[in-house]
């Protein structure tokens, strides 16, 4: 990964906290793109989750319109961390929606926990979930959203497949990831950005179909899933 030669303090943030990672199976690559699964980003980077500048970077009120939640729908946010996008899809879809906050890490799912608390969010339903299983009802899910975690699924091929059977017919599923093209993402670690040829080269024989691309993210590519059922 190339630097430039002085790092701002938000940029050696990024760094020092995507270092803050945790090893699971033992990784191969991507049969479709040899795509190498990134480390899982540990719990001791919650706060990098929660950091001033996410809003204008990443734009959550703008991702959520985009996906057009409503009242009453059943959301899934995979990989929810400190529930950044959890809480805020979680007001999105009241009177009467649910959103489940999907982890492997217990630390991060007390973290959310103790986050809803404070807002007084009760309508989020915490999953303590698999690397190869998001433990989610099947046919039950509206949408999911997956914001740069993705590229950290250990078995990619068999996670999709737990994801589709969790979808409704019919469900989306928005996926954010940074971009490996370019240098609006260069203070990431080269292993947790995606380009788009990867993304649709690993999501479309999975069971997806590509609905609509966004661009309007800074740092992210945004992609729209369909499932195929």
């Known amino acids: 990964?190339?630097?430039?030669?002085?790092?701002?303090?938000?940029?050696?943030?990024?760094?020092?906290?995507?270092?803050?990672t945790?090893?699971?199976?033992?990784?191969?690559?991507?049969?479709?793109?040899?795509?190498?699964?990134?480390?899982?980003?540990?719990?001791?980077g919650a706060d990098w989750l929660e950091r001033a500048d996410r809003d204008a970077l990443e734009q959550p009120d703008k991702v959520i319109a985009a996906m057009g939640l409503k009242s009453g729908d059943v959301v899934a946010d995979i990989g929810s961390g400190s529930g950044y996008f959890t809480r805020r899809m979680a007001k999105a879809v009241l009177p009467g929606g649910t959103v489940y906050g999907v982890d492997i890490q217990p630390e991060m799912n007390e973290i959310l926990a103790e986050n809803c608390k404070k807002e007084g969010i009760d309508n989020i339903k915490i999953?303590?979930?698999?690397e190869a299983d998001p433990k989610l009802p099947p046919n039950s899910i509206d949408w999911m959203l997956l914001v740069d975690?993705?590229?950290?699924?250990?078995?990619?091929?068999?996670?999709?497949?737990?994801?589709?059977?969790?979808?409704?017919?019919?469900?989306?599923?928005?996926?954010?990831?940074?971009?490996?093209?370019?240098?609006?993402?260069?203070?990431?670690?080269?292993?947790?950005?995606m380009s788009v040829e990867q993304v649709l080269a690993e999501w479309l024989p999975a069971g997806f179909t590509l609905e609509k691309r966004h661009e309007f993210l800074p740092t992210q590519h945004f992609f729209v899933f369909r499932v195929n059922k």
């Open 149 to 193: 975690v993705y590229h950290e699924f250990q078995q990619p091929e068999v996670m999709l497949a737990k994801m589709r059977e969790a979808l409704k017919p019919g469900g989306h599923v928005a996926l954010l990831e940074y971009r490996l093209h370019g240098d609006t993402a260069e203070h990431i670690k080269i292993d947790h950005r």
């Open 127 to 130: 999953i303590l979930s698999e």
């Open 1 to 20: 990964m190339r630097f430039p030669t002085r790092l701002t303090a938000h940029a050696l943030l990024v760094v020092l906290c995507l270092n803050t």
């Open 22 to 44: 945790i090893a699971l199976a033992d990784e191969s690559t991507h049969p479709k793109t040899d795509r190498k699964p990134a480390h899982v980003m540990s719990y001791l």
